[in-house]
């Protein structure tokens, strides 16, 4: 199964939901953009930018059920976004701080940031819901580069021996870093990776919002009957794969194909409003509410005070032995040297 956007008949789309997606991807793209802005102020260590991936990450986001699992990296806010993650608690993350300091009740994980350690966590969600005989389904987001981990094949093979209600999401943009899909795969593709561990692959056209939800829709119907999926996002990362990369000394744009490199935002607006579905001003208001929103996102951020001990309150439901030394640890350590939260 391969989709990339055609001449589509607007009476066949959903108006409201084609509403929501665009209002969505234009909320994303104005988190990355401030966000990208506040770290070259020194505001944040480091971020890495999705800018020109926000239609694959939002529809398959609002493709998930309300009690269906993300299992994120650190280049998903997107996603996190559209689940009704606070922005506020993905600015404080970028800032050092516990990841869930809303105590907001989104099934999701923790960000990972080494590269493929979320996926055999989704398979083992996945195997947790078969056994407790839940309808819960798993999406794991990931990029190109994780496919080349170990981690991507231990978790896609439990997936398919076990049957695992898991869609493994991987968000192709060409790039693993600045090492290119060639030099990582001798394979055609990275969807027919699912071949080998039993289950369907299918690609998309990641900047066709409609394309993607509707594939998502359909491989989430699949996994929850006990199939997993593995689905590629075809799309392409517009900035640096972080802000301490430059990607002008290595990315080559003239080598992919329009569809992949023009801007998701600009393209599915212009369809829906010469459609009719939305009017031109659309995205200006859209933008307008989502930098109120970043506003007092940053604000709420800046005067977050957790408790050191936040961080272990997280890692397990009862906190183990070894934890709990360490937590003393850092008691003993704030208590010779100061709390640097109060600094």
């Not at 506040?38 to 239609?55: F, I, T, V």
Request: charged share 30%.
């Amino acid at each position: 199964m391969y989709r990339v956007i055609g001449e589509r008949d607007p009476d066949e789309v959903d108006p409201e939901r084609s509403r929501i997606l665009l209002e969505e991807m234009v909320r994303a793209r104005v988190f990355d953009e401030r966000a990208f802005a506040l770290q070259r102020q020194g505001w944040m260590s480091g971020y890495p930018p999705y800018r020109g991936q926000e239609a694959s990450q939002v529809a398959a986001a609002l493709a998930m059920g309300d009690e269906d699992w993300l299992a994120p990296t650190y280049r998903s806010n997107a996603m996190q976004l559209a689940r009704g993650v606070p922005m506020a608690d993905i600015l404080r993350f970028r800032r050092g701080y516990p990841e869930f300091g809303s105590d907001h009740d989104v099934p999701i994980l923790p960000q990972a940031v080494p590269i493929a350690s979320q996926i055999p966590h989704a398979a083992g969600l996945g195997m947790a819901a078969n056994y407790h005989e839940t309808d819960e389904a798993v999406v794991c987001y990931f990029g190109d580069g994780a496919t080349s981990e170990g981690d991507f094949h231990e978790g896609l093979n439990f997936a398919g021996v076990f049957e695992t209600p898991v869609v493994f999401f991987c968000e192709n943009n060409g790039w693993a870093i600045s090492t290119p899909e060639t030099k990582q795969t001798a394979s055609d593709t990275i969807a027919q990776k699912a071949d080998a561990y039993g289950f369907e692959g299918v690609r998309v056209d990641g900047n066709d919002p409609l394309a993607v939800y509707e594939v998502v829709d359909e491989a989430l119907v699949m996994a929850r009957e006990g199939t997993p999926v593995l689905v590629e996002s075809l799309t392409y990362r517009q900035g640096p794969h972080t802000t301490s990369d430059d990607p002008e000394r290595y990315a080559d744009r003239e080598s992919f194909p329009e569809w992949r490199t023009q801007d998701p935002i600009d393209r599915f607006e212009a369809w829906l409003v010469e459609a009719g579905i939305v009017g031109e001003e659309f995205v200006a208001e859209a933008r307008t509410e989502a930098e109120t929103a970043f506003d007092a996102a940053r604000e709420e951020a800046e005067t977050a005070s957790p408790d050191p001990d936040d961080v272990f309150d997280h890692a397990y439901e009862e906190t183990s032995p070894r934890l709990e030394r360490q937590r003393e640890d850092l008691r003993a350590f704030i208590g010779r040297h100061g709390d640097p939260y109060e600094e």
